[in-house]
């Protein structure tokens, strides 16, 4: 049975111990509604630390108004079993109370990073998730804590943040896990009805060709534009498809630095982001 905890006080008591011991302690914050991403990441800490501390936290303060915070799945009994046959040693899982007291009104504003793409489309969400993961950091005090490339916006801002506010803490970043027809896992993906999940690894299969294309040498914006079109032909609604540097997510104009390739699409209700690799010339 794994052990589980629910407020920063009893989160810190079962640390304790482990500190006292010389112990090191990974953290893989997550929303639940696991799948196999996040067993990666546990798996990833599990690799480089002695213990491995998991959060489930719907954090109400990264969903927009018109978002689906109340219909975000909830299986937590299933995640406890999927965490305790990951080898996860302990479980945090705040109510928002205990994360938002009555009066909590600080919040991180993470700068330009968190209002291009992501961030232009959804106001507010990067502050959402920055403020929970400097919360969930500075109560836990891991070690290292692991992020998943496949939300690589927000790895870069996290990144940022640690750097910014000098929070003790070594980042892993863990390759997006994908489905055999290649569509990134998301608790998102539960979403979609059986003919839209057929029709989504059209996304993937449609960045993958860009990739394919620009590791050609094809001009960078006549790669977009048709890959752009071929998304819509496919039947999404493309919020966007960007090529950026993967360092600070400007706009890549060549390929001289790595690149990284980001794209955000509807089908019917169901939104999904994916991001690629571009390797550099
Ligand atoms: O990636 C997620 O699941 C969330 O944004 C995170 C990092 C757990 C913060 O709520």
Same mark, same amino acid.
């Given at each position: 049975? @794994?052990?589980?905890?629910?407020?920063?006080?009893?989160?810190?008591?079962?640390?304790?111990?482990?500190?006292?011991?010389?112990?090191?302690?990974?953290?893989?914050?997550?929303?639940?509604?696991?799948?196999?991403?996040?067993?990666?990441?546990?798996?990833?800490?599990?690799?480089?630390?002695?213990?491995?501390?998991?959060?489930?936290?719907?954090?109400?303060?990264?969903?927009?108004?018109?978002?689906?915070?109340?219909?975000?799945?909830?299986?937590?009994?299933?995640?406890?079993? @999927?965490?305790?046959?990951?080898?996860?040693?302990?479980?945090?899982?705040?109510?928002?109370?205990?994360?938002?007291?009555?009066?909590?009104?600080?919040?991180?504003?993470?700068?330009?990073?968190?209002?291009?793409?992501?961030?232009?489309?959804?106001?507010?969400?990067?502050?959402?998730?920055?403020?929970?993961?400097?919360?969930?950091?500075?109560?836990?005090?891991?070690?290292?804590?692991?992020?998943?490339?496949?939300?690589?916006?927000?790895?870069?801002?996290?990144?940022?943040?640690?750097?910014?506010?000098? &929070?003790? %803490?070594?980042?892993?970043? %863990?390759?997006?896990?994908?489905?055999?027809?290649?569509?990134?896992?998301?608790?998102?993906?539960?979403?979609?009805?059986?003919?839209?999940?057929?029709?989504?690894?059209?996304?993937?299969? &449609?960045?993958?060709?860009?990739?394919?294309?620009?590791?050609?040498?094809?001009? &960078?914006?006549?790669?977009?534009?048709?890959?752009?079109?071929?998304?819509?032909?496919?039947?999404?609604?493309?919020?966007?498809?960007?090529?950026?540097?993967?360092?600070?997510?400007?706009?890549?104009?060549?390929?001289?630095?790595?690149?990284?390739?980001?794209?955000?699409?509807?089908?019917?209700?169901?939104?999904?982001?994916?991001?690629?690799?571009?390797?550099?010339?």
């Amino acid at each position: 049975m @794994l052990h589980t905890v629910n407020s920063v006080h009893d989160l810190r008591a079962a640390l304790l111990p482990w500190r006292e011991a010389g112990e090191t302690v990974g953290f893989v914050p997550t929303m639940g509604a696991l799948h196999k991403g996040h067993l990666a990441l546990i798996d990833a800490s599990r690799k480089v630390t002695k213990r491995t501390v998991a959060s489930i936290f719907v954090n109400p303060l990264q969903f927009g108004p018109s978002e689906d915070l109340a219909k975000y799945p909830r299986p937590l009994e299933e995640d406890k079993k @999927l965490l305790a046959e990951a080898g996860c040693d302990l479980l945090y899982a705040p109510e928002p109370a205990e994360i938002y007291p009555e009066g909590f009104i600080t919040k991180i504003d993470p700068g330009p990073l968190a209002t291009i793409l992501e961030g232009a489309v959804r106001p507010g969400h990067f502050s959402g998730v920055a403020t929970v993961v400097a919360k969930l950091l500075l109560q836990a005090m891991p070690d290292c804590a692991f992020f998943g490339e496949k939300d690589y916006q927000q790895l870069l801002i996290v990144r940022r943040m640690v750097r910014d506010l000098n &929070i003790p %803490v070594h980042l892993g970043a %863990v390759p997006t896990v994908r489905d055999t027809d290649g569509l990134a896992l998301s608790s998102r993906n539960a979403y979609l009805p059986p003919e839209q999940r057929k029709q989504a690894a059209s996304f993937p299969a &449609i960045l993958k060709e860009c990739v394919n294309l620009f590791a050609e040498g094809r001009d &960078i914006g006549k790669v977009l534009a048709e890959g752009h079109e071929r998304l819509t032909g496919a039947g999404f609604k493309c919020d966007y498809l960007e090529l950026r540097d993967a360092g600070t997510l400007a706009p890549a104009h060549d390929l001289t630095l790595p690149g990284r390739l980001l794209g955000a699409i509807r089908i019917g209700s169901v939104r999904l982001i994916d991001n690629m690799p571009v390797n550099g010339i």
